[in-house]
């Protein structure tokens, strides 16, 4: 039942998020220089703002579980339209990377941030993150550990490392992550007992708050800003209770950077990026929680308020601030 209710979601987000989600009917910006990196260990597009003055600040973009790159893409483009040069990482699913979503190294995201801070077009003190679901995730992890990101835009997240993803034999009890080769501390999958579906599935197999271990995620470690984007009826997992599971751990610690939590009560999972033109394009959306209109709404709401808040973040903070 995983294997088919997981390889659902995979078909799902690559089609919510990527390009043909994107649609607007406000006049397009001029299309941004697109360059494929394909090296060892990376693969990437980078979209480079036309007309931006440099230095720019930059945005990592990490698509979700569906794996590949086209939803990624999708985002770093329109967010290169917005003056930042966007690069959209592959982690897994794709030409010269893993086939499955386990023990990907965090370092694939040090070798994009890495390639980032040295263009001569990017300004090093003003760099972002943005991902959605697994995307999130890794967002939040990568910005536990890496001080130069100062924003990082976190759509339906999580607040601790979760078991692997292996569409091909579900039953393999893996990592998501690691570092140096070895695994990163994950919460397994309760599938000891029948579930109703994934939801059902991730809300029995999250611990109880205090309790999730090593596999929580260090946010209080993260030098910049924080945005968490959530829907209260998220088909995939309670990206709404543990997005305020990190505001309070953020608070505990005195986090002194800003953070902003917008929860949308009647939306679901895929709620990160621009709306559609219609409700009825907002249609499908509902296939991973909420209603064709609240997410419609959501996204219509959420997207601006990510856009102010990325340049608040980003564009409006002076070098070194």
Known sequence: MIRRLLAALAVLIFALTGPAAAQSSAPAPPDPVRVEVREPGLVANLHIP???????????????????????????????????????????????????LT?????????????????????????GIMGASKGAEAALLVASRRPEIRAVVAGTPTNVAWQGIDFSDWTKVRASWSVGGKPVAFVPYATDKPFAGLRDLYDRSLPAEGKEGEALIRVERINGDVLLISGGEDGLWGATPMSERIERRLKAHRFRHRVEHLSYPGAGHAILGPPPASVEKAAPLAQLGGTAQANLDARADAWPRTLAFLAAALKEKKRGH
């Open 50 to 100: 036309i007309g931006a003055q440099a230095p720019s600040p930059a945005i990592l973009v990490l698509g979700g579980s569906e794996g590949g790159i086209a939803s990624a893409d999708g985002l770093a483009r329109r967010l290169a339209r917005e003056g930042y040069v966007a690069m959209a990482v592959a982690y897994f699913n794709h030409e010269g990377l893993p086939p499955a």
């Open 103 to 127: 023990d990907i190294p965090l370092e694939t995201f040090d070798r994009a941030l890495d390639r980032l801070l040295a263009r001569p077009d990017v300004d090093p003190s003003r760099i």
